[in-house]
């Protein structure tokens, strides 16, 4: 019943520090997406994931970032050595319930402010 | 690769004014067009959507979208603007049956002077 729902809310850490960013999609979704929401950028694809397929990584920025869904649910965003233009608010979405819908719904995000 | 462009970056208007913001996209196949809207301190949430059939589509809050083939657009309409109009709105595409992808634009800022 609930909404996507992502932690933490907000994350501060240090440059070259690594940060593990949690979404926990709508029960039954089969694609999840993350996104990257920063001032005069709008929304930038960073990963989606649909079903059991490989993962779409074209939008990740550097090797630094990397993303796993675990038994179709549960996802993790990582960004390792981060810099502060990392800072940004991480978005999660999913979508794809039993009815084949294609809208996505989006969790609160995680501000994530890199010192 | 697809792309989508939303040529207003940041749009000010009275209450009461009509509302046109544009979305162009770049994918010769089938599409999914979405709008979005994230209101100040809110989640995005869905405005409206165009799967197939009338290409006139009409969302929430009296926005509607008309889906023009030949020119790759998906422009967002209001013909009244209320202050709660103020937000950002973002045009969406999917390429159906290629990846299924969901790319956003830039985003338009919208700021409804009382």
């Known amino acids: 019943g609930a909404g996507v729902s992502q932690s933490p809310s907000n994350k501060v850490t240090e440059k070259g520090k690594d940060v593990e960013l949690r979404c926990d999609p709508i029960s039954g979704h089969t694609a999840l997406y993350w996104y990257r929401q920063s001032l005069g950028q709008g929304l930038e694809f960073l990963i989606y994931f649909q079903g059991n397929s490989a993962p779409d990584k074209s939008g990740l920025p550097s090797d630094r970032f990397s993303a796993e869904r675990t038994g179709g649910s549960v996802s993790t965003l990582t960004i390792q050595r981060t810099q502060q233009e990392d800072s940004a608010v991480y978005l999660c979405?999913?979508?794809?319930?039993?009815?084949?819908?294609?809208?996505?719904?989006f969790g609160p995000g995680t501000r994530l402010t890199v010192t | 690769a697809q792309s989508v462009s939303q040529h207003n970056h940041h749009v000010i208007l009275s209450e009461a004014a009509s509302l046109e913001l544009g979305c162009n996209y770049s994918?010769?196949?089938?599409?999914?067009l979405f709008w979005y809207v994230q209101y100040p301190g809110q989640h995005l949430q869905l405005l409206l959507k165009?799967?197939?059939?009338?290409?006139l589509v009409k969302g929430i809050k009296g926005f509607e979208a008309e889906f023009i083939k030949s020119k790759f657009s998906f422009n967002l309409r209001k013909p009244s603007v209320q202050w709660s109009d103020t937000a950002e709105y973002f045009c969406?595409?999917?390429?159906?049956?290629?990846?299924?992808?969901?790319?956003f634009g830039k985003g338009t800022r919208l700021h409804i002077l009382p």
């Open positions: 994918y010769g196949g089938t599409v999914n």
């Open positions: 165009y799967f197939s059939g009338d290409p």
């Open positions: 979405a999913s979508s794809g319930g039993a009815g084949g819908g294609y809208e996505q719904y």
């Open positions: 969406a595409v999917m390429s159906v049956n290629r990846d299924d992808k969901i790319i």
